[in-house]
């Protein structure tokens, strides 16, 4: 989804290639993040082991919805006071976008991974049987795409982006990734990450490039063709990125950067508050600080991501240590997190 910063800046700018291509190769986030949220679950969660589901549930409410539900009207009670609608207008928005996260852009994101977690003990024992344990990669792949040509052309669902469908084969992924983990199987060989390394800087490309068509020419394939080659190329590079964000976690995390290992480790402590606090200070950036002018626009596009990060890192580390500071900006793993994308990409 191209960002506002893309969407403000006219595509005939010298500067509109950078910032289509940092907007597109950023497109992995939001799978790669479900993709960990698998891998750690499933680490933590044998499936060869009974669970006690009452338990995992009570802490994703309190971690999880609550939050949201929190800034649903956080962000609701924002946009009533910037379009100077009537609070009926805002309790009628809130109530309409809560089922999809509609308050606000991000907060689809919340929906999804509260769908997962919902859907958690069944994921768990389909992962039980042997054809879903032993091809995990293949089950996913085929999943995905029948819920693709399922919704292509007979669902046709609204706000696809928010429901799990649209997110199988992460899921799957991470299953594959934390089975090799648990597997204590010996890394991959020196070939074989390499061979990663091309076919993410292919896939990147194609994609990238696929996307800048799209966008300048949005008419260069007709469909349904564009549909497809969409669906290959945006799957095909975001599952190839989690599997390099692991190999580029393991390598910050194995102790040659301690600066930068120090400051990441911080902000993926505090990244589910930063997540949901930093759309508010960029709306406030743009609001009261970006003004006109090519130059001064980029300046101030580039700084207003950077205060909105700084700002966000900071409130959520207040607000966490607080007693309702769970309830309020969630509690992150991070610590598991990276030992466990350490140990996966020693085995995957």
């Known amino acids: 989804m191209p960002s506002s910063a893309v969407n403000n800046l006219a595509k005939e700018s010298s500067l509109y290639p950078l910032y289509h291509i940092v907007n597109t190769a950023s497109n992995f986030a ?19 082991t009974n669970q006690n589901w009452t338990v995992f549930y009570r802490k994703r409410f309190k971690t999880i919805v609550v939050p949201y539900l929190l800034w649903s009207l956080f962000y609701s009670t924002v946009v009533l006071y910037t379009r100077h609608s009537s609070i009926l207008d805002g309790l009628f928005r809130f109530l309409k976008g809560l089922p999809i996260g509609g308050s606000y852009s991000h907060l689809y994101f919340i929906i999804v991974i509260a769908q997962f977690y919902l859907l958690f003990p069944l994921f768990h024992l389909l992962l039980r049987i042997g054809f879903i344990r032993n091809h995990p990669l293949l089950c996913g792949a085929a999943a995905q795409t029948a819920f693709y040509l399922l919704n292509h052309y007979w669902l046709h669902m ?15 992924l991470g299953a594959y990734a934390a089975m090799k983990l648990k597997s204590n199987e010996r890394g991959a060989s020196q070939p074989a990450r390499w061979m990663l390394y091309a076919e993410f800087a292919v896939s990147a490309v194609v994609y990238i490039y696929q996307m800048w068509l799209q966008r300048t020419s949005p008419h260069w394939l007709l469909q349904p063709w564009l549909s497809y080659l969409n669906f290959v190329t945006n799957y095909t590079y975001s599952a190839i990125s989690c599997l390099i964000l692991m190999q580029v976690s393991a390598f910050i995390e194995s102790g040659r950067f301690r600066l930068v290992n120090k400051s990441l480790f911080s902000i993926g402590k505090y990244s589910f508050g930063i997540y949901l606090l930093h759309p508010f200070f960029l709306l406030v950036w743009r609001y009261k600080i970006m003004i006109g002018g090519p130059l001064v626009y980029h300046v101030l596009t580039w ?6 990060l700084t700002l966000s890192w900071l409130a959520t580390a207040i607000i966490q240590k607080s007693h309702l500071g769970t309830f309020v900006v969630g509690k992150s793993d991070v610590r598991q997190l990276f030992a466990t994308q350490v140990k996966a990409t020693k085995s995957a």
């Open 30 to 48: 939001v799978p790669a993040f479900l993709f960990l949220s698998s891998v750690v679950l499933l680490y933590r969660y044998d499936v060869g």
């Open 303 to 308: 700084a207003g991501g950077a205060v909105a």
């Open 158 to 172: 609204y706000k696809v982006g928010t429901f799990i469908g649209s997110y199988l084969l992460y899921f799957f």
